[in-house]
């Protein structure tokens, strides 16, 4: 039977699907549409890979296995919330949390010696880090932000810092032995086998990746970061902050770039703490500190130490963090740092936070200061420096104004850099790094690398970019609005790119549509003039930069990328619907287990949810899903037009009392309508039943907060203390349980 699956994730999403999801449930079977939960959770990611570890009480199918061989099929119909993409520290958390609550689980092995160690670590490192978006994503990205959202933020504007044309912030990137210095590429003219092997300069050579199968036409390019060009930058960009008084702030996607940033992080944290390092290096080794995990584990082990050892270097850090440049700080109350877990500053947020906040981030004090943003490789750091000389030179964007950036993003089959981590190696002896043809024997591309440097190889398949000029081509004949491919003629993979492009769009009718190729830099300047006049600019962009610009638009436009509309028509006929273009929010739990206040924000689901209804009533030729879908299409407007997203404050409406409101209407407009009779009689008793009690019910969920809430867990919540503490009105509960 034909069904939507709906993901059941982690922290704020998860929480915030324990309340709405009952209501859809009971909104849907009336149309008798099923709807399944696939849970790809942390904490099931984990127990899914160690049946032989478990009870069988505790074993439990891979759902994300499940659901990626379903997004291959035409039936896929995906409804995909944000989880957690963990870096080394939380995957720890995550088990130490499994094993207190009786799984038998293995530790990570940090450094494994046995075979059994190595299987294990193997298992692990296939759950960390962004490991559930490219198993999905069989299909490219189309977001946006729908026309009721953008009304909604023109008539609620968002605060937006104001910006000063001397301010001092910048972003700092290197200039030579980078990434986009180093990069070579190619298309394959024919399928062939490669492999990837070091020739050490004393004749040996070791074998990085024994086969990997390349279709003809596919693009592949390889390059390299040199550890000593990162490290004299490093070294120059935190003495320079430190002389000019600026905050200094990391920006990385340690998640998705789950091999090279952690990595890139590690450098950071061993140059800022340089003499740290200097005087315990060796207590460190023992310790077995891995300096890519981040200072909260180091602070962590050397509290293994005897006390005054401890103590000591206790005082070394502070002194260290004395004299260094400031830190650009997480949670300033609790005194995170930017350095503290590789985790918590991602790229694609942390930066327009900063844009949003006048260029600024919060110091140890909690005030706001002009910041560094470190972006080591400097492939896409310019679009940031642009759009920060925008900001300076012609103040803050205006929300009531300024026009809209949607993005069509080339993603498919773990197309380009984020496909990257199996193929990525920090060299371990100098020598050439080379990409060799197993046919011929023939090197295609090598490199002279030194021990430490990072190395990698991306590959983008043919077929996935013939479907991004595609959707672009479709996207602008849909809206009229120009589209620009964000590519680089001068950068290595971007002008094999360019080739296919302008290929490709003969493919199409073309025919007074404004396209045009221009580079990241050059785009961004021509977007940013546009948006400021009120004009909308459609971007088509490689994986990175649809990561990037998906929550740098939206932050500007309205407010958070959670509003965002998230579609992957995926390239077999399927449908994945991703829920917002933002993350887990982890802060927002955080607040909701201290004072009862959730404030995640659901309009991303509602939105994917309206799509994802929709497509199931053309597959399966279902009227009545096409009726709710409308009619959820039209309360989400009502939701907006009303105002009913959740507050930030306590004691005020929260998620639950939002997904409260949008049932309100979504019934409301079920009544109204007249294309389904039993719908619309059943709804009108619903509506009637919810507009009666408003007034209980909004009471019974302002009742819920102000105090600490205990839901038995982090990464494994108990199911039914969740569930109770999402779901605190009888009122409405009973209601919902009414409705057949
Ligand atoms: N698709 C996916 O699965 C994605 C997963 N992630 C993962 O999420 C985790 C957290 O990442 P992080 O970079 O902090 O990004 P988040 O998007 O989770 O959070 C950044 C900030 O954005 C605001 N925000 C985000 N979503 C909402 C929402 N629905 N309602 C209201 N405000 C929202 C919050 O700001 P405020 O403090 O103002 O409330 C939040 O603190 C990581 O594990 C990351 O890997 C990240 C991106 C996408
Ligand atoms: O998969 C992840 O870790 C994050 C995904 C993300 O940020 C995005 O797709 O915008
Ligand atoms: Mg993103």
Redesign the pocket.
């Known amino acids: 039977m034909a069904k939507i699956y709906y993901t059941k994730t982690d922290e704020a999403p998860a929480l915030a699907t324990l309340s709405f999801l009952p209501i859809v449930k009971s909104f849907t079977e009336t149309a008798h549409i099923a709807i399944e939960t696939k849970d790809i959770s942390l904490a099931s990611r984990i127990c899914a890979m160690f049946p032989e570890y478990l009870e069988k009480d505790q074993q439990i199918p891979d759902d994300l296995a499940i659901l990626g061989e379903l997004a291959k099929t035409p039936e896929a119909n995906i409804i995909k919330l944000p989880n957690i ?1 963990a870096s080394i520290p939380q995957l720890k958390e995550a088990i130490e949390e499994l094993q207190k609550k009786g799984y038998n689980l293995p530790n990570y092995p940090d450094e494994p010696k046995t075979d059994e160690e190595k299987t294990i670590k193997a298992k692990y490192d296939k759950i960390k ?2 490991a ?2 490219p198993v999905l994503r069989e299909g490219n990205s189309d977001r946006r932000a729908p026309k009721a959202v953008k009304n909604y933020a023109k008539k609620h504007p968002h605060t937006m810092g104001e910006w000063s044309s001397d301010s001092k912030t910048h972003v700092a990137s290197m200039s030579h032995g980078d990434f986009k210095s180093n990069e070579k590429s190619l298309t394959m003219s024919n399928a062939d086998d490669i492999r990837i092997e070091l020739v050490g300069n004393n004749g040996e050579t070791i074998i990085l990746k024994d086969k990997i199968t390349l279709q003809k036409e596919e693009v592949i390019d390889a390059t390299v970061m040199s550890k000593k060009a990162l490290v004299d930058f490093l070294t120059k960009e935190i003495a320079d902050a430190r002389k000019e008084g600026l905050l200094l702030s990391l920006h990385f996607k340690a ?2 770039m789950k091999v090279s940033d952690p990595i890139i992080f590690g450098h950071a944290l061993k140059v800022y703490f340089a003499d740290l390092f200097q005087t315990y290096g060796e207590t460190f080794e023992k310790l077995g500190i891995d300096p890519n995990d981040g200072l909260e584990t180091l602070l962590d082990k050397i509290g293994k130490l005897p006390a005054d050892q401890h103590k000591e270097i206790e005082q070394a850090i502070a002194k260290n963090i004395e004299n260094g440049p400031d830190l650009a700080m997480v949670n300033s109350e609790k005194g995170i740092t930017n350095l503290h877990v590789p985790s918590d500053v991602i790229i ?1 947020a942390s930066m327009p936070a900063m844009i949003r906040n006048s260029g600024k981030m919060w110091d140890k004090n909690g005030k706001l200061k002009d910041t560094k943003a470190i972006i080591p490789d400097s492939s896409y750091s310019d679009i940031y420096q642009a759009t920060i000389d925008f900001c300076k030179e012609h103040g803050a964007f205006d929300p009531t104004t300024m026009g809209t950036v949607p993005n069509v993003g080339l993603m498919a089959q773990k197309a380009e850099e984020y496909g990257s981590h199996d193929k990525t190696f920090e060299i371990p002896k100098a020598g050439t790094a080379r990409v060799v043809s197993i046919s011929t024997g023939k090197t295609l591309m090598e490199h002279q690398v030194e021990q430490g440097d990072i190395w990698r190889m991306c590959q983008v398949k043919d077929a996935p970019v013939q479907d991004w000029v595609k959707l672009a081509v479709s996207r602008a004949r849909a809206t009229n609005i120009p589209a620009v491919f964000w590519l680089d003629k001068d950068r290595a993979h971007d002008a094999e790119l360019i080739k296919k492009v302008n290929r490709y769009l003969k493919d199409h009718d073309t025919d007074g549509l404004d396209i045009r190729i221009l580079s990241p830099l050059e785009a961004t300047k021509f977007t940013l003039k546009r948006i400021k006049e009120g004009k909308d600019t459609i971007s088509v962009s490689g994986n990175v930069l649809r ?1 990037y610009l ?2 740098l638009f939206p932050i500007l436009e309205v407010g958070t990328s959670a509003k965002m509309l998230s579609i992957v028509p995926l390239m077999n006929g399927g449908g994945l619907f991703e829920t917002g ?1 933002g ?1 887990s929010a982890p802060k927002h739990v955080e607040q909701f287990l201290e004072e009862g206040h959730l404030r995640w924000d659901s309009l991303g689901e509602f939105l994917a949810l309206a799509v994802s209804l929709e497509f199931f009533g053309e597959k399966n030729n279902n009227k009545k899903a096409q009726v709710i879908a409308d009619a959820l299409d039209k309360a989400t407007e009502k939701f907006l037009e009303n105002d009913k997203s959740p507050s930030r404050k306590v004691n005020e409406l929260d998620t639950r009392g939002s997904h409260f409101y949008l049932a309100l209407y979504w019934a409301e407009q079920l009544a109204l309508q007249d294309q389904d009779g039993d719908l619309k009689a059943t709804f009108s008793k619903v509506f009637g039943e919810l507009s009666s009690n408003e007034a209980k019910i909004a009471q019974e969920l302002i009742d819920a907060q102000g105090s600490p809430v205990n839901i038995g867990g982090y990464y494994l919540p108990d199911a039914e203390m969740a569930s109770n503490a999402m779901r605190p009105s009888e009122t409405l509960n009973n209601i919902l349980s009414s409705i057949s």
């Open positions: 993409s880090g962004s559930v978006n998640t998705m694609d990561d998906t929550d273009a993350g």
